[in-house]
Nanobody, 124 residues
Framework: QVQLVESGGGLVQAGGSLRLSCAAS????????MGWFRQAPGKEREFVSG????????YYPESVKGRFTISRDNTKNTVYLQMNSLKPEDTAVYYC?????????????????WGQGTQVTVSA
């Protein structure tokens, strides 16, 4: 049974930073591409970043490029999302997700495993 547990969310002022963590339970963590998504009230779930199993390649949409950094530590079965220069429009529930293949995709339906989410609120 694969479990993903996010942590690190909270309330921060605009311009501030947060670091999210996602601890995974699967034994072959390096075989999974990992993604971070977010969902704001009344909006669809949005791809925020992704990373290949080896950590060699990362992906970001234009909305967060240059501000967010995804990384992973395969020895700790953990993926991170460093978020800098946060804006009020970054406010959402952030989810980590895993898919059993090395290919990162932006379609949330292709990720088989999801965490419970962690709230990030950015005040103006």
């Amino acid at each position: 049974q694969v479990q993903l547990v996010e942590s690190g969310g909270g309330l921060v002022q605009a311009g501030g930073s947060l670091r999210l963590s996602c601890a995974a339970s699967m034994g072959t963590f390096g075989s999974y591409a990992m993604g971070w998504f977010r969902q704001a009230p009344g909006k669809e779930r949005e791809f925020v970043s992704g990373i290949r199993g080896s950590g060699s390649t990362t992906y970001y949409p234009e909305s967060v490029k240059g501000r967010f950094t995804i990384s992973r530590d395969n020895t700790k079965n953990t993926v991170y999302l460093q978020m800098n220069s946060l804006k009020p429009e970054d406010t959402a529930v952030y989810y980590c997700a895993a898919k059993l293949s090395n290919r990162v995709v932006t379609n949330s339906r292709e990720y088989a495993y999801w965490g419970q989410g962690t709230q990030v609120t950015v005040s103006a």
